[in-house]
């Protein structure tokens, strides 16, 4: 039963993945431009008003990319009453503006919020979320999201990410230097400067990489925060997130007697590859954001 | 050991320790020393005890008694005895029962609530039982948040194995 994998483990990122994919491909497509327009001599400057204006078209269509690449449909409140009246529920309560909301034909439970402004935002759930949790912990999941909104994470984000593609493109250019400056009639001495430029582009991509995914982490923290401030049942959120990621599938059921005679199953080490994974992933793990809403389900208590 | 002061559990005064029963006359012995340090629990102890054997061939001596210091001085004597003649890779695991004061028994089933110390690994895990064969995992994780830093903790719940039908109903 051990060399098997479990279903749990087979566990369906395909929505992440499809979101990932549409973004890299979209900023792949952006590089290609630009790398073709400086080929072809186009100015710095010019190139960087492309790209600027480049970046404010995504920013302005991000909602539309994001439906698309997801698979969500915007639903009416005549598809999904209950859906509705739950986000209702919330939003009045806690005098937040509503929402357009959306549906994803999806089995696997998930959830996001997306918008520029909190007047605009979408939140979108797929049918796999709703069959698996009870109304608290789906309350507890969209007042997540809502907390997303409230927070304006997606413009953080995009923001910050708007220093790692401006260390991307100095990164470009400095190649270019480096590659074509032999021909030219520069001296060794713009060489090392080109070389500088490339290295710290180089170390700022990097850093704003692994900044971005602790500002992302960090504002999950906080959203799990204010999303259980919201309900006020920080444990509903708990436990939606133990049964969304799984975890709850991983507790075994078969009696410590039965599997005490597979012996070897005892010996294999905890290790824990936590640390690395942690740093370059955008969601801290489960069992940490459990914690800290366990912590404050005592303390309210 | 802490009590779960955040998390409304009592102790309940019960724990038990379980081994695998092997034949032969060194266990026997082993099990004559048990037998003769249980008879002989002085009256200050105020200790109750039970030994049973369940249907998967492990014993289980269970004690009960009004503090839980004389409970754990009973079974780490019991562990004791079995270490010395040499029978410590049949110990499997020490039990601790908890009840819920605060919320009288989820859903209406039973609100008995365990700490199980896993010997092959030495450190402890939450066991919450809830109806047949299934368990509160929720439940686990909070007690899992409240005590993991103070005791040895097992952190991989791949491995919070649970003991149905654990024969600690009570003694007195």
Redesign the interface.
């Known amino acids: 039963m051990f060399a098997k994998k479990q279903p749990w483990q087979k566990r369906d990122t395909g929505l992440t993945v499809r979101m990932i994919i549409s973004f890299a491909v979209l900023s792949v497509l952006y590089i290609v431009f630009l790398s073709v327009l400086a080929y072809v001599g186009v100015g710095a400057i010019a190139i960087a008003v492309i790209a600027g204006i480049l970046i404010l078209a995504q920013w302005y269509f991000s909602d539309k990319i994001v439906l698309w690449s997801t698979g969500a449909k915007i639903v009416s409140r005549e598809q999904f009453p209950e859906l509705h009246d739950l986000v209702e529920r919330i939003v009045a309560r806690n005098n937040l503006p509503k929402p357009r909301i959306a549906v994803i034909n999806m089995r696997m439970p998930n959830a996001f919020a997306t918008g520029k402004t909190p007047r605009s935002s979408i939140v979108a759930v797929t049918l796999g979320l709703m069959d698996q949790l009870d109304q608290e912990e789906l309350e507890g999941v969209i007042a997540h999201e809502l907390a997303h909104i409230k927070n304006r994470d997606v413009l953080v984000l995009t923001l910050a990410s708007l220093f790692s593609m401006i260390a991307w493109y100095m990164m470009r250019f400095g190649m270019y230097g480096g590659m074509f400056g032999g021909h030219g009639r520069r001296d060794n001495q713009g060489g090392a400067a080109m070389l500088l430029v490339l290295l710290i582009a180089i170390v700022t991509w990097i850093a704003s990489f692994l900044i971005i995914r602790a500002i992302s982490r960090y504002r999950e923290y906080v959203a799990d925060r204010d999303g259980a401030l919201i309900t006020g049942k920080p ?1 509903k959120l ?2 939606a997130l ?1 049964k969304i990621s799984g ?2 599938k ?11 005679g597979m012996n070897a199953f ?1 010996i294999i080490p ?1 290790i824990s590859g936590d640390a690395l994974t942690n740093l370059f992933s955008t969601h801290p793990p489960v ?1 940490q954001r ?2 800290k809403l ?2 404050m ?2 303390a309210m208590s | 050991m802490t009590l779960d002061v ?2 409304g559990l009592k102790v309940t005064g019960r724990g038990a320790l ?1 081994f ?1 029963r092997v034949s032969g006359t060194f266990f026997y012995e082993m099990e004559q020393d048990i037998r003769q340090f249980l008879g002989n629990l002085q009256p200050e102890f105020d200790l109750a005890w039970r030994i049973t054997t ?1 249907s ?1 061939g ?1 014993m289980w001596i269970i004690f009960e008694g009004k503090r839980i210091e004389d409970v754990l001085a009973g079974l780490t004597t019991i562990s004791d005895i079995i270490e010395e003649k040499g029978f410590s890779d049949k110990l ?2 020490a039990v601790f029962e908890f009840s819920s004061v605060r919320e009288e028994g989820r859903g209406g089933g039973a609100s008995q609530q365990y700490l ?1 110390y ?1 010997y ?2 030495n450190n402890f895990y939450p066991f919450v039982p809830l109806g047949q ?3 509160d ?2 439940q ?3 007690i ?3 005590v ?1 830093e103070e005791i040895p903790f097992e ?10 039908d654990l024969p600690l109903r009570s003694l007195v």
């Open positions: 444990s708990a436990s133990l975890t709850m991983r507790i075994p059921t078969r009696d410590l007697r039965e599997v005490e005892f905890a069992a459990v914690k366990m912590e389900e005592a | 955040k998390l379980t695998k369940d998967y492990y499997l695991a199980i896993n092959k690994r064969k299934t368990t995992a929720e686990q994780m909070k899992m948040a409240t993991a952190r991989d719940m791949t491995l919070w194995y649970p003991l149905w």
